[in-house]
Each structure stands twice: as C-alpha cells, then as structure tokens.
C-alpha cells in the first residue's frame, strides 16, 4: 500500500478528482496530515466517511522508528529505522530556531575520504514518504514545529533527484508543511548536470555546494566526484545557477591538517570565488574513523579565515555542534551497522 507522504498535493488533487471526490479534498488530507499530524485518516474530521474509506483502502499512514538517540545541549541525533535499514538525521537548536539535517539514502556512494558515511556504501535511494517522515518523526518527538530543513545528512542529494524535488514540494506547500522555501537548503557534492537543473527549477532553495579543495589535485585525492566533474566544471555550474537564479550559493570547505588548510589554498580559493555571489562556509573537522585525517588547530583557523577576509572572500567559520555524540555524519550509523561485525 502506499504512503501517503509519497504524494504531492497536485497528485492527490488529480486522483481524488479522477476517483469522483472534490479537488478541495485533497487540502483536508494535507492539512489532517501534515498541520494536524493525525495517526489515522479517520482523524480527519472535515471529510466523507466515502473519503476516509478510500483513503483507508488506498493509503497508510507509516512512521519511522527511532532505534537510537545521542543528545548534547544543543543538538539530537537519532538514527531511525527504515525498511530493515538505518538512517541518521539530527535536530539542531539555535537561537532563530530548530534545524533538521536529513538524509536522502541509506548509505553513499561518492566516497569522499574524509567522510564516514561512505564506510557503508549505498543501498539504496530514500523514497519521497522516506524523506519526508524524518521531518514529521522529528516534530512530533519533541513537539515542535521545524524552523529549517537542512538536506547534508547520508547520501547525495542530487543522485536521489527526482524523490528530493518531490519532497521539497511537500515541504514547501502552503496547504501542508509550510516550510519557506528560503528556509531549506540543499549541498551537492557537485554533480554539475543536477546543479543546472535545479538551476532551472528557480525554487527560491538554497544551494550549498561541498568544495572542501582549492585545485583538482587536493580535491581528486578527497572527493572522487571531481575527476568526473572538476573544479573549473563546478565553478561554471555555480555561475550558471546565480545567472539562473540571482541566489546566493554556500561555498562548504571543510579544513583538514596539513591537507587543504595552507595559506596558498587559501589564496587558491579566494581566486576560485573572486566576484561570484558565494560566501564560503569553513568547517572544523570533526574526527571520524578516518585516522589520516586531522583537525586544525584553532590557530590554523583563524587564519585561513583572515587569509581570505583580507582578500575580500565573504567567509564564516561553521558553529560547531553535536560533538561528543557522533557528530560528524554517518559516524552514529556507522558504528550501530558495525556492532555486528
């Protein structure tokens, strides 16, 4: 039977239609499921009992289970369980509000060396009602409404497309979740034919584009995407994307010791940016499984930071959050797939 959170609202318009219901229906479920977060369809009080039946007959109202939850003060991560597989996504609580970061496969298979989530390769891709659950699961544990959608957990968002444009469609419709469509970002790792169509879509989303290497011989050893798409690929994308969109894109540079975080690759990526409408997001590491890698020292930091404002590169250095509970992503489904092993 299929999930109800595997269809957008013009699909569910078009069937009720088709099946001699009314068009406004489909509104009544959106708003039972998603506003009104009902566990049945017979919850919905402001439709047919021939409506419920169908609904019944035709549809589930699934959930996710939580197999395991790790908290710090201000972030939860929970790995949920889907299909006898697992996946993470983690609540994240700021001073604007509450962030989620989900997931978009059960593993990944881009294999970028520092990351944990490719220990455990891809699986499969997570269906629309998949995608969509781990918002709803989250909002109901803790009662709250989600402020921001961050999508950066397991897997490549971009290589699940078509389910992810789906989902976001469910998040952003104003008869459903609501959620601003400027208060959800998506990260590639560069799947350069992706960025130009989303490009197309001119969805309001944000982009975040995972660099983390200021030229192709740092970022081929990293990120093997980059030997199908390299970096100068990449930054054309980016350029296309902005002229499509007129929207600023999110720069993701993670700083490994010794690796990419020398004063050079600093001037590297400041030439990379120059003039385009990027701001660069530098990410401390945080330590997984992957013992060649280190973290920089504070020290180091700063000054690739201040290596790059003072050649006029709008820069952040990222909060750090969730550590000492797995923070670093795939590492929390990583060492529960590996208890057995």
């Known amino acids: 039977m299929r999930s109800i959170f595997d269809i957008t609202i013009s699909e569910l318009e078009t069937l009720l239609v088709s099946e001699n219901f009314k068009k406004y229906n489909a509104t009544q479920v959106f708003e039972g499921i998603y506003k009104k977060q009902v566990n049945s369809f017979s919850e ?3 439709i047919s009992k021939e409506l419920k039946i169908y609904l019944e007959e035709n549809f589930k109202i699934d959930k996710l289970e939580v197999l395991e939850k790790l908290e710090s003060s201000d972030t939860i991560k929970y790995l949920l369980l889907i299909d006898n597989a697992s996946i ?3 609540l994240m ?3 604007y509000g509450n962030s989620l970061c989900i997931s978009t496969q059960v593993g990944c298979n881009m294999g970028c060396a520092f990351c944990e989530s490719g220990t455990l390769k891809k699986i499969r891709n997570l269906s629309v009602s998949e995608i969509v659950l781990q918002v709803i699961t989250i909002e109901k544990i803790n009662n709250i409404k989600l402020d921001n959608i961050v999508i950066m957990g397991i897997g490549e968002p971009f290589d699940n497309y078509d389910n992810l444009i789906k989902a976001i469609d469910i998040f952003t419709t104003n008869k459903g979740m609501n959620i601003g469509s400027r208060r959800i970002t998506v990260s590639t790792c560069g799947l ?3 960025i130009k169509s989303f490009a197309l879509l001119k969805t309001q989303v944000n982009l975040a584009i995972s660099l983390h290497a200021s030229n192709d011989k740092i970022r081929n050893k990293l990120m093997p995407i980059n030997k199908l798409y390299n970096i100068k690929e990449v930054m054309e994308a980016i350029d296309y994307y902005i002229d499509k969109t007129n929207r600023k894109v999110t720069i993701e540079y993670i700083l490994l010791d010794g690796i990419n975080d020398s ?3 600093a001037r590297e990526l400041a030439n990379l940016v120059k003039g385009k409408l990027v701001y660069v997001n530098l990410i401390p590491y945080n330590a997984t499984s992957h013992s060649e890698f280190k973290r920089c ?3 180091k ?3 690739f930071y201040k290596e790059l404002i003072t050649l006029n590169v709008n820069a952040i250095v990222r909060r750090e959050m969730g550590k000492g509970i797995k923070g670093a992503c795939g590492q929390l489904r990583a ?3 590996k208890k057995d092993i």
């Open 44 to 46: 919905i009080n402001n």
């Open 88 to 90: 993470e996504c983690v």
């Open 93 to 95: 609580k700021h001073n």
């Open 192 to 194: 350069v034919p992706k």
């Open 263 to 265: 004063l050079d690759n």
């Open 297 to 299: 020292d504070k020290e």
């Open 301 to 303: 930091i700063d000054r």
């Open 335 to 337: 060492s529960y797939e």
